[in-house]
């Protein structure tokens, strides 16, 4: 069994920042991707930055300059600093990670139960 916890998600007001945490547990050999998506209401879910096992970033042009992914391999947890949040960055954000099972023995795609950002005065 492998669990992907999410925190730190709440209200902010536009201009101030947030920091997500997703912390990755159970039956893991190794992660390699790691991301954020969101998903806010009426619309599709999205990629928001992705990190790899190299540390290659990739962001949405929507947050690129205000968001910052990170990853810490020994904790197997992966990071989202928001800064400069605007109201439409309000959405539920989920963490995913490609994952080898190491009870299973196959990589597979795990995500988190999600957190939600409100960015509202």
């Known amino acids: 069994q492998v669990q992907l916890v999410e925190s730190g998600g709440g209200l902010v007001q536009p201009g101030g920042s947030l920091r997500l945490s997703c912390a990755a547990s159970?039956?893991?050999?190794?992660?390699?991707?790691m991301g954020w998506y969101r998903q806010a209401p009426g619309k599709e879910r999205e990629l928001v930055a992705l990190i790899t096992s190299g540390d290659s970033t990739n962001y949405a042009g929507s947050v690129k300059g205000r968001f910052t992914i990170s990853r810490d391999n020994a904790k197997n947890t992966v990071y989202l600093q928001m800064n400069s949040l605007k109201p439409e960055d309000t959405a539920v954000y989920y963490c995913?990670?490609?994952?080898?099972?190491?009870?299973?023995?196959?990589?597979?795609?795990?995500w988190g139960q999600g957190t939600q950002v409100t960015v509202s005065s």
């Open positions: 159970g039956n893991i050999f190794s992660i390699t991707d």
């Open positions: 995913n990670a490609h994952i080898l099972n190491s009870r299973l023995g196959g990589f597979y795609s795990y």
